[in-house]
């Protein structure tokens, strides 16, 4: 998927180059499909991007996909003053999944307490690009 952001003099692209969601979401889907151990995990409608990622992040069949960055800190501070003896991986700092952003859910990645605005009848996130 792509979102689009507004003109720009370093592409041509416009709207029309901007596939529906639901053309993305097929396209993801046959994708899986072919990759084993790997399933839709995440998707975010407003950005037309579904997250396809590998089953073991999947524990006890919820995903965690998100990232405790304040771990993920503090695995990097012990990595550099160990000298890199201390080695770890995404599994040790992986956060689980907010139920809003997983795939097939009814908010298709809105986080609830976002506030969105009604502009010209549509619905408009303010997180932006």
Same mark, same amino acid.
């Given at each position: 998927?792509? &979102?689009?952001?507004?003109?720009?003099?370093?592409?041509?692209?416009?709207?029309?180059?901007?596939?529906?969601?639901?053309?993305?979401?097929?396209?993801?889907?046959?994708?899986? +499909?072919?990759?084993?151990?790997?399933?839709?995990?995440?998707?975010?409608?407003?950005?037309?991007?579904?997250?396809?990622?590998? &089953? !073991?992040? !999947?524990? +006890?069949?919820?995903?965690?996909?998100?990232?405790?960055?304040? #771990?993920?800190?503090?695995?990097? #501070?012990?990595?550099?003053?160990?000298?890199?003896?201390?080695?770890?991986?995404?599994? +040790?700092?992986?956060? !689980?999944?907010?139920?809003?952003?997983?795939?097939?859910?009814?908010?298709?990645?809105? +986080?609830?307490?976002? &506030? #969105?605005?009604? $502009? $010209?009848? !549509?619905?408009?996130?303010?997180?932006?690009?």
């Amino acid at each position: 998927g792509v &979102t689009y952001c507004g003109e720009s003099s370093a592409s041509s692209l416009t709207m029309a180059n901007v596939p529906w969601h639901q053309e993305v979401v097929a396209f993801v889907q046959q994708l899986a +499909d072919m990759l084993p151990q790997y399933e839709i995990a995440c998707e975010h409608e407003h950005s037309n991007c579904l997250l396809i990622a590998h &089953t !073991k992040f !999947k524990v +006890d069949g919820e995903w965690w996909t998100w990232i405790d960055y304040e #771990r993920f800190q503090e695995l990097a #501070r012990a990595h550099e003053e160990s000298g890199g003896q201390h080695s770890f991986s995404a599994l +040790d700092y992986m956060a !689980k999944t907010p139920s809003w952003a997983l795939f097939g859910a009814q908010e298709q990645g809105f +986080d609830p307490a976002d &506030t #969105r605005f009604q $502009r $010209r009848n !549509k619905t408009k996130d303010i997180s932006g690009c």
